[in-house]
């Protein structure tokens, strides 16, 4: 599978269509732009999103950034689709503030990626 | 993010706190207000809203008694998942896909507290990944 970089940030990013399901009911909503960020540790979903499927939350966490700044979230447990690939049990922080899908490295770490940055394209192998 | 007043008292005593927990203002009130909110009555005709919030409050009573039990959860289980309901381990495996096979199998969507069994009992989630706003002012 191949995507093209989104341009609605400067500079361009690579960002991978994502669907997700409440766990097991393999009832599916999306497709949504995820950003592909490797510096996060865990993929986060805004809550609007959330909502449409209704999935458990399994715990509270805290979101930090680089420089220490910190804010409670919850881990929800959804299915989450890439392409053909159903990845299940995927723990995903809710985000009541924004609108954009980030995986993170919870989710990044069990694909295989290229990012042919001068083509502005993310090849899913 | 919003600017919130407080009188010198509380800030006094929520930065002594803050400090005796290892932790900033910010992130204590946070925690603080979610628990709170958590606890009140849910406002009727929110559907999701009303439903979340008493999982909220489920789950924070079971991540209080995960935290209580820490210790002894961390000798017996370290490098493991476990499932907490009703402030009791019922279930724990090193595969979290499988933990959460059983654990929607035999409890559905109840609230169910899943967590790796690691050092620190409220898990840090770390986003490295700032932004440039050209537009700041």
Known sequence: MIRTYSSLIVPPIPVLDVALSAPMLDEWNGPFIAIVDSGADFTIVPLDFLKRIQPPVVKPVILSSQWRDKRSAYLYEVDLRIGDVTFPAVDVAGDPFSEEVILGRNVLNRLDLRLEGPALRTHLM | ?137
Do not use: C
């Not at chain 2, 009140?40 to 409050?57: F, T």
């Open chain 2, 1 to 137: 993010m919003i600017q919130v007043s407080l009188s010198e008292h509380t800030i006094g005593k929520l930065r002594q706190m803050a400090e005796r927990k290892g932790t900033d203002i910010s992130e204590l009130l946070d925690r603080a207000i979610e628990r709170y909110l958590a606890d009140e009555p849910s406002i009727p005709d929110q559907g999701w809203g009303v439903e979340r919030d008493g999982q909220i409050a489920q789950i924070e009573r079971e991540q209080q008694a995960y935290e209580t039990q820490h210790k002894q959860i961390l000798e017996a289980y370290a490098g493991q998942y476990i499932a907490m309901r009703h402030g009791k381990v019922v279930d724990h495996d090193l595969d979290r896909i499988v933990i959460g096979k059983r654990v929607r199998t035999k409890f559905g969507n109840e609230p169910v507290l899943i967590t790796p069994v690691l050092d620190e009992a409220r898990q840090t989630i770390v986003v490295r990944s700032p932004r440039l706003l050209e537009n700041m002012a």
